[in-house]
């Protein structure tokens, strides 16, 4: 069943679901609302500086959540978080970013390799998990998640948000084995990186 984009804000059950973590642990995924500004500016302060280190789309503190949350709008930008609960205590464990489109940047850098990007069917994704969950399988479900989800919202490719970097090789592991390929190199703030893609 197809999904309108535009419906997200007012129905998430359209594009949320539960999964459980190999210990047990049962994992919720639902988009951002409006009004957990405060949940998700605390999953940003509490990742280390190595986790954010590696993530380049956007800053991780509390002012980024509020401005988020302001202007939600997740037919655009679909923010998906997995939530769990610990001690009576919902809180957010990943979060990965869906630009419903592509961004100028990543475009101009695929332009140059030939390869055309559509705003219509193509996506762009940029994940992120919290220190104490990663290696837990988490990203994996989040990503088989998305992975069923996207084509639903029209999209038919996926790219990573400003690519991944070279000296990450456990993130280029995990991007391959959800079928994403390199189809490029390039220097990004003193590092390298490889643009990468996937059919979906």
Same mark, same amino acid.
């Given at each position: 069943?197809?999904?309108?984009?535009?419906?997200?804000?007012?129905?998430?059950?359209?594009?949320?679901?539960?999964?459980?973590?190999?210990?047990?642990?049962?994992?919720?995924?639902?988009?951002?609302?409006?009004?957990?500004?405060?949940?998700?500016?605390?999953?940003?302060?509490?990742?280390?500086?190595?986790?954010?280190?590696?993530?380049?789309? =956007?800053?991780?503190?509390?002012? *980024?959540?509020?401005?988020?949350? &302001?202007?939600?709008?997740? !037919? %655009?930008? /679909?923010?998906? $978080?997995?939530?769990?609960?610990?001690?009576?205590?919902?809180?957010?464990?990943?979060?990965?970013?869906?630009?419903?489109?592509?961004?100028?940047?990543?475009?101009?850098?695929?332009?140059?390799?030939?390869?055309?990007? =559509?705003?219509?069917?193509?996506? *762009?994704?940029?994940?992120?998990? &919290?220190?104490?969950?990663? !290696? %837990?399988? /988490?990203?994996? $479900?989040?990503?088989?998640?998305?992975?069923?989800?996207?084509?639903?919202?029209?999209?038919?490719?996926?790219?990573?948000?400003?690519?991944?970097?070279?000296?990450?090789?456990?993130?280029?592991?995990?991007?391959?084995?959800?079928?994403?390929?390199?189809?490029?190199?390039?220097?990004?703030?003193?590092?390298?990186?490889?643009?990468?893609?996937?059919?979906?």
């Amino acid at each position: 069943m197809q999904i309108d984009p535009n419906a997200i804000d007012t129905r998430p059950d359209l594009v949320s679901s539960s999964e459980v973590l190999a210990s047990g642990q049962r994992i919720d995924f639902r988009p951002l609302r409006a009004d957990q500004a405060a949940e998700l500016g605390a999953y940003f302060t509490g990742l280390s500086q190595a986790t954010r280190g590696v993530y380049g789309p =956007h800053p991780f503190d509390q002012e *980024t959540a509020d401005g988020f949350c &302001a202007a939600l709008d997740n !037919s %655009q930008t /679909l923010r998906m $978080l997995a939530w769990t609960e610990e001690k009576s205590v919902e809180r957010i464990v990943a979060y990965f970013v869906v630009e419903l489109g592509v961004r100028a940047g990543d475009r101009r850098r695929y332009d140059a390799l030939g390869l055309a990007l =559509h705003d219509e069917t193509d996506c *762009t994704l940029a994940p992120s998990v &919290a220190d104490a969950y990663q !290696s %837990q399988g /988490l990203g994996s $479900l989040m990503m088989q998640h998305l992975l069923g989800l996207l084509p639903r919202l029209g999209r038919r490719r996926m790219l990573l948000w400003g690519g991944v970097r070279t000296d990450n090789p456990r993130a280029v592991h995990f991007y391959t084995k959800f079928g994403f390929r390199r189809v490029g190199d390039f220097e990004a703030g003193g590092t390298n990186n490889y643009d990468m893609i996937a059919d979906l």
